[in-house]
């Protein structure tokens, strides 16, 4: 049997549309982290083909697992001419360096992951 993990892609966010795209301004004492799906390559947003949702992770320094920062899901795929952008702001407040994590769930090609130390 295939595990979950096995079913997550990542690839380069610069040719690839799927993969969430990692952006960070680090303040010192704040990360303000911005992910989004489709920087260079838009990724539709209708209701057949849509990014469903964008999760954060951040995985301190010496420590064993990541941690959640959020989950954010989008609902809005053109019903009534209404869109909602696959693209999320989050503040983590930390002194800490580790690793960020994005993985995004497009509802037909999937789980995608990307990460940036920080």
Do not use: R
Request: glycine residues 6%.
């Amino acid at each position: 049997m295939k595990k979950l993990t096995e079913t997550v892609q990542s690839g380069d966010w610069k040719n690839e549309k799927h993969v969430p795209v990692i952006h960070v301004e680090n303040n010192g004492e704040e990360l303000v982290v911005k992910a989004f799906v489709g920087e260079e390559i838009a990724h539709p947003n209708t209701l057949e083909h849509h990014i469903s949702w964008i999760k954060l992770f951040f995985q301190p320094e010496g420590a064993k697992f990541p941690i959640e920062i959020g989950s954010y899901e989008f609902k809005v795929h053109g019903e009534e001419e209404l869109f909602t952008k696959p693209e999320v702001v989050s503040t983590l407040k930390t002194t800490k360096k580790g690793i960020l994590y994005a993985m995004s769930y497009c509802n037909i090609h999937g789980l995608w992951e990307n990460s940036q130390e920080v």
